[in-house]
T-cell receptor, first 113, second 114 residues
Framework: GENVEQHPSTLSVQEGDSAVIKCTYSDSASNYFPWYKQELGKGPQLIIDIRSNVGEKKDQRIAVTLNKTAKHFSLHITETQPEDSAVYFCAASKGNYGQNFVFGPGTRLSVLP | NAGVMQNPRHLVRRRGQEARLRCSPMKGHSHVYWYRQLPEEGLKFMVYLQKENIIDESGMPKERFSAEFPKEGPSILRIQQVVRGDSAAYFC????????????FGPGTRLTVT
């Protein structure tokens, strides 16, 4: 089955700097890759996603890149702010009807003021 | 437009009791997924349901756990004879379509077994 790895497990950056989180997946049939942000005591919130027919997607300060050949995808956050502090999860799905998500173990991002 | 709703938000049960977790999907969503999250870990898939059907329960333990999504009312995850290892956060997600569509998560139910 699918296996998703995520690095780093913790990341601290100064406010205004960029943060990059990387994930790798094992199943070449996976074709949908969402990213979730989870704040303490809350449910995961979808922040951006990418499908396998696209190499890069951007939404304001957040961008995701996908390398299908290498089977890895990355989340990029620019101009980080203290409110970006949270746990971020990547996930992979085969995208067929009803396929569940396989999540990475998470990255705890701390943005220091 | 209300998001995914889960209740209760916190549930305390003694070993051997039953736990019932409820999930109401977003309006217009007919697909429900249940995930379990242990402390400091990622989410693990448990079960995927459509109205009145269990589509995939490959992530759910064979014993003591069951799930349903009736024609009317919320989806329910039921854990019988709870043990301390069942203590976790249980999240429900819903989607409008099954095929590679976005899943939106509820706030979760934090189950503590004493």
């Amino acid at each position: 089955g699918e296996n998703v790895e995520q690095h780093p497990s913790t990341l601290s950056v100064q406010e205004g700097d960029s943060a990059v989180i990387k994930c790798t997946y094992s199943d070449s049939a996976s074709n949908y890759f969402p990213w979730y942000k989870q704040e303490l005591g809350k449910g995961p919130q979808l922040i951006i996603d990418i499908r396998s027919n696209v190499g890069e997607k951007k939404d304001q300060r957040i961008a995701v890149t996908l390398n299908k050949t290498a089977k890895h995808f990355s989340l990029h956050i620019t101009e980080t702010q203290p409110e970006d502090s949270a746990v971020y999860f990547c996930a992979a799905s085969k995208g067929n009807y009803g396929q569940n998500f396989v999540f990475g173990p998470g990255t705890r991002l701390s943005v220091l003021p | 437009n209300a998001g995914v709703m889960q209740n209760p938000r916190h549930l305390v049960r003694r070993r051997g009791q039953e736990a019932r977790l409820r999930c109401s999907p977003m309006k217009g969503h007919s697909h429900v997924y249940w995930y379990r999250q242990l402390p400091e870990e990622g989410l693990k898939f448990m079960v995927y349901l459509q109205k009145e059907n269990i589509i995939d329960e490959s992530g759910m333990p064979k014993e003591r756990f069951s799930a349903e999504f009736p024609k009317e009312g919320p989806s329910i995850l039921r854990i019988q004879q709870v043990v301390r290892g069942d203590s976790a956060a249980y999240f429900c997600a819903s989607s409008i379509l099954g095929e590679a569509s976005e899943q939106y998560f509820g706030p979760g139910t934090r189950l503590t077994v004493t």
